[in-house]
């Protein structure tokens, strides 16, 4: 497992890019959009293990309509990192065949990853697949993927918090934080 963080490892409250009452602004927002959207639908919310579940748990709170909540978990191949293929190591318990299905995830980057899930999750007979995505850095984005609900657009630069973390740590602050010494690989 990863090491504890040393005394002189810098601070994500230096580097705020998002603050908490900005997110939670931004999420009941999405929220009524998607309550407004899925009225009538058989809406399953599903998010990838870990990162994904505290917007997910913000999110779903702010959708007024019955919903269904599932979790995936995935590990990636290290050695094809460039096809985004994922070995799924939690496979979600809900049978997909003619629900809503919004895929909930805390940032896209490449897109490599979801766009590899979108196709399983596709596959699986739905009347319909979108995403919700908190955070999008589009300017490295590889492949182009649709993306319904967007809360921020954000620079080229590695952030940590509201679930996003750095080896495992700093999932827990409630605003994002830029590391300025965070490489991203
Ligand atoms: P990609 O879109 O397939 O390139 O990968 C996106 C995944 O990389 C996300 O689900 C995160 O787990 C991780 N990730 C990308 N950028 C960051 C970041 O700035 N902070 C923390 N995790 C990140
Ligand atoms: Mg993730």
Known sequence: ???????????????????????????AELGRRITTDYAGRDLVLVTVLRGGVFFLADLCRHIDLPLRLDFMAISSYTNEAHTGA??????????????????VEDIIDTGMTLNYLLGILRSRGPASVEVAVLLDRDVR???DLPIAYRGFHMPDR???????????????LRYIATLPDAVMD
């Open 1 to 27: 497992m990863s090491a504890p963080l040393p005394p002189d490892a810098p601070h994500p409250a230096d580097g705020v890019l998002h603050t908490e009452a900005e997110i939670q602004a931004r999420v």
């Open 86 to 103: 994922v070995r799924i190591t939690k496979d979600l318990d809900e049978d997909l065949e003619g629900k809503s299905v919004l895929v």
């Open 141 to 143: 984005r590889i492949v």
């Open 158 to 172: 590695f952030v940590v918090g509201y679930g996003l973390d750095l080896h495992g740590l700093h999932r827990n």
